[in-house]
Structure formats: structure tokens, C-alpha cells
């Protein structure tokens, strides 16, 4: 907090990243006045999803990777999939009356870029991913900053350069597995241009038909999804129509809804 009085005082724009986990997936108004109170213009919402392998690893270790296949199960403080959309969904609420054009929810704004049919510019919701990959203190680079583990391994910028192995067909690889490796119930989805199946390591669900791969916050994002849409459809046209999307706080949605 002594943090961001520093970065107010001399006028120096902040982003905050929040967590959503089952502690705080409650209080979404709360969490979000509070962010504003601070003076957060910029947001980003993480849904945390871990799991617990059922017995520990060799290495003592409990938490397991995405690709874990043995029996594991979600974490107590990880979100559950209808708790994360409807958190999302009442900040929508506030902000879609209040605060457009004014406050920055990363969600919101990727969200509004697939209704346009751009680039999202947010690797969870493209259709492949693979460009932000991860690199620790030793050198040593992975596919992504989620995927920090052997199989994963690019190599260390002392012997290999960035360019290298970016454009490695290993990562090319990994980035499409993102598309490639969607269940039936994706392909089908009527919002799979939206989510586009949201992070691979959070794909550890079946699908009612049992297939694997299906997004654990599935259920979640069609909530979210389906809430807004209205609103991203009158917004996306007042910008294909080079007017501010702001507008929707005059628009009649906003009088209905109030």
C-alpha cells in the first residue's frame, strides 16, 4: 500500500493483478470498490485452479502439473468454475454502468476484442498461444511461465538464442496444441471464439461424454459469456461505427437493467 501512495503521488499509472481463489470469490463488489478506492484503472482477474496429487511425489511434492494423469484432486482454495463466472459477472454489472472508458478489466477488454474478431492480445483467450514463454534466474527458458517443467524445457539463453527457440518446432508445437487439442464440446461451442478453450493448464476436466481436455472454469466462462453478450454486441458496433463504447452506459440495456 505504502507502494501505490508512492506511485499516486507522482502520477505513475499502476496495474493490479488479483487473485480469485475460494476465500475471496464472494466478495467480487467489494474486491473491486476496493481496487478502485486504491486508484486501480487497470485489472487483471486470475482464477486459481490447482490440484493435489493423492499421494505425494518423490520429491515430497503434492501439487501435480496440467499433464498429471494419475489421481489428483482440485485444491480447498482453488476457485470452482460457477463461482469464478459469477464473480466476474457482478463486476461487469458495476463497471458496465459506471465505469467504461474509465477502468481497465483485462477480461472485459479481451472479451470485447474477440466480438470485433481481433487479437485478443491475451495468449488464455487466443486460439493458440506460445508466445510467453518463461525464463528463470539460471538462463534456463520454458514454453510458458505455467509449463515450467522438464518436458517443457527450450534451453538457457548461454547456448541457445531467444530467436532460436521461439521459433523451435517444439514451441510452434505447443502453441498450436492450444487449437488442436480442444474436445467435441469446444468445437461445438457457440462461445469458442470467446474463450477458445481458456489456458491449457487449466483443461483438466472430462467432458459429460468423458472426453478429456475440457477447460475446469468451462462452466464459468458460458455464464460470463452468455451475461455479456448484449453488452459486447452494442459495444463492438458503437466501435465498428467509431464511437466510444462508453456509450453503453446511456444505452437502453444499461436503463433495463437498472
Excluded at 126 to 150: K, L, M, Q, R, W
Excluded at 212 to 234: D, I
Aim: some cysteine.
Amino acid at each position: 500500500m505504502r507502494g501505490i501512495r508512492l506511485l499516486r503521488r507522482f502520477r505513475v499509472e499502476f496495474n493490479t493483478l488479483t487473485v480469485i481463489h475460494e476465500a475471496n470469490a464472494g466478495y467480487a463488489i467489494e474486491v473491486y470498490r476496493f481496487l478502485k478506492k486504491i486508484g486501480s484503472r487497470y485489472m487483471q482477474f486470475i482464477p486459481i485452479v490447482e490440484r493435489e496429487a493423492d499421494q505425494t511425489t518423490p520429491e515430497g511434492l503434492k501439487l501435480v502439473t496440467p499433464n498429471y494423469e494419475n489421481s489428483a484432486n482440485i485444491t480447498n482454495w482453488s476457485v470452482r468454475a460457477r463461482q469464478f463466472g459469477k464473480f466476474m459477472i457482478q463486476i461487469f454489472d458495476e463497471w458496465v454502468q459506471k465505469d467504461v472508458g474509465q477502468v481497465f478489466i483485462q477480461l472485459f477488454d479481451v472479451t470485447l476484442a474477440n466480438w470485433l474478431g481481433t487479437a485478443p492480445g491475451l495468449c488464455v483467450y487466443s486460439e493458440t498461444c506460445g508466445e510467453g514463454a518463461a525464463i528463470e534466474h539460471n538462463g534456463d527458458v520454458y514454453s510458458c511461465d505455467h509449463f515450467v517443467y522438464p518436458e517443457h524445457f527450450l534451453g538457457n539463453i548461454k547456448e541457445k538464442t531467444l530467436v532460436d527457440m521461439m521459433g523451435s518446432d517444439q514451441q510452434i508445437q505447443f502453441g498450436k496444441n492450444k487449437r488442436d487439442n480442444l474436445p467435441d464440446q469446444c468445437l461445438k461451442c457457440k462461445f469458442r471464439f470467446a474463450c477458445h478453450g481458456g489456458c491449457p493448464k487449466s483443461r483438466i476436466a472430462l467432458t459429460p461424454d468423458g472426453q478429456p481436455g475440457l477447460n475446469w472454469l468451462c462452466e464459468g466462462y458460458q455464464l460470463f459469456f452468455e451475461h455479456v453478450s448484449p453488452y459486447m454486441e452494442f459495444m463492438a458496433n458503437e466501435l465498428l461505427n467509431k464511437r466510444p463504447p462508453a456509450n453503453i452506459m446511456h444505452s437502453k440495456l444499461i436503463k433495463r437493467q437498472l
